[in-house]
T-cell receptor
Framework: EAQVTQNPRYLITVTGKKLTVTCSQNMNHEYMSWYRQDPGLGLRQIYY???????DKGDVPEGYKVSRKEKRNFPLILESPSPNQTSLYFC???????????????FGPGTRLTVL | AQKITQTQPGMFVQEKEAVTLDCTYDTSDPSYGLFWYKQPSSGEMIFLIYQGSYDQQNATEGRYSLNFQKARKSANLVISASQLGDSAMYFC????????????FGKGTMLLVSP
């Protein structure tokens, strides 16, 4: 089954304790991205990657890191989490450019993170 | 300026009625795509419908249709014959240009369908 998986689905942690949220897709997609969703703000992009070893900042990258060592995986790293990073996080993937603005984006199930 | 504006924080509709969720967008790129996603209380993002800027006809997918008015830069989602399971948050999103451009989301509209 074609899917994007994220782990963990739920996480409660404390300020300053490094954490990683994993994301994996089995569709051989080139493009992967991370979003955070906060009430009243919709989804905002944190980082994206156009292919292996190619990453770039989205709209809200502060406090986050990513890596893309393999095509299927795109982990999100919070080196020193703070309470304002409490949010719902989504990983997404889609095919690379095909000369179309389409290319449906597939979302993972989300990771609900609470930083105390 | 916001690229995607959803002016209705919440909407109420009775079962079996039609409902329109508003979305306006702002772009100077002639090539763009507009998407609608549904997010039920379980949290997952479900793709509903897509409209390309060059598409001549309004997109339709089952009970969902997109009322695309290019000159007014609006892309309203119409849900016909609402069902209780349509209660969810709905997001409008836009991708400008081609290739690897970002998908930008609006703030969402919460739809509640009552019996």
């Amino acid at each position: 089954e074609a899917q994007v998986t994220q782990n963990p689905r739920y996480l409660i942690t404390v300020t300053g304790k490094k954490l990683t949220v994993t994301c994996s897709q089995n569709m051989n997609h080139e493009y992967m991205s991370w979003y955070r969703q906060d009430p009243g703000l919709g989804l905002r992009q944190i980082y994206y990657s156009m292919n292996v070893e190619v990453t770039d900042k989205g709209d809200v990258p502060e406090g986050y890191k990513v890596s893309r060592k393999e095509k299927r995986n795109f982990p999100l790293i919070l080196e020193s989490p703070s309470p304002n990073q409490t949010s719902l996080y989504f990983c997404a993937s889609r095919p690379g450019t095909g000369g179309s603005s389409y290319n449906e984006q597939f979302f993972g199930p989300g990771t609900r993170l609470t930083v105390l | 300026a916001q690229k995607i504006t959803q002016t209705q924080p919440g909407m109420f509709v009775q079962e079996k009625e039609a409902v329109t969720l508003d979305c306006t967008y702002d772009t100077s790129d002639p090539s763009y795509g507009l998407f609608w996603y549904k997010q039920p209380s379980s949290g997952e993002m479900i793709f509903l419908i897509y409209q390309g800027s060059y598409d001549q006809q309004n997109a339709t997918e089952g009970r969902y249709s997109l009322n695309f008015q290019k000159a007014r830069k609006s892309a309203n989602l119409v849900i016909s014959a609402s069902q209780l399971g349509d209660s969810a948050m709905y997001f409008c999103a836009m991708r400008e240009g081609l290739g690897y451009s970002t998908l930008t989301f609006g703030k969402g509209t919460m739809l509640l369908v009552s019996p």
